[in-house]
């Protein structure tokens, strides 16, 4: 019912920032809780972080918090991931996920799925 297209990853030196996009069409971005996974080489996918149907309330994982922002603006069904002071170990392919709840931030809860975007961090 809605397609998830992420976009902004990229190289970036340790300490730097990068900003991801994800663009929703199909279905109006406003109709979901929106969510970021990573998934580092070798792991397991992983969640970032969380903000519900209407913005507001916000979830992080311990790893990300307070250097990770997300954000959406449903007026242009975008959701962001600003990441601020970034570390070697947030390598990762980078998912936005679209839920058909409130706020959701276990993967299960989340049924829609971009392709991923990749973010390097280099030391």
């Known amino acids: 019912q809605v397609q998830l297209v992420e976009s902004g990853g990229g190289l970036v030196q340790a300490g730097g920032s990068l900003r991801l996009s994800c663009a929703a069409s199909?279905?109006?971005?406003?109709?979901?809780?929106m969510g970021w996974f990573r998934q580092a080489p070798g792991k397991e996918r992983a969640f970032v972080a969380a903000i519900r149907r209407s913005g507001g309330s916000t979830y992080y994982s311990d790893s990300v918090k307070g250097r990770f922002t997300i954000s959406r603006d449903n007026a242009k069904n975008t959701v962001y991931l600003q990441m601020n002071s970034l570390k070697p170990e947030d390598t990762a392919l980078y998912y936005c996920?679209?839920?058909?709840?409130?706020?959701?931030?276990?993967?299960?809860?989340?049924?829609?799925w971009g392709q991923g975007t990749q973010v390097t961090v280099s030391s």
């Open positions: 996920a679209a839920a058909n709840s409130y706020l959701a931030i276990r993967e299960y809860e989340f049924h829609y």
């Open positions: 199909g279905r109006t971005s406003s109709s979901y809780a």
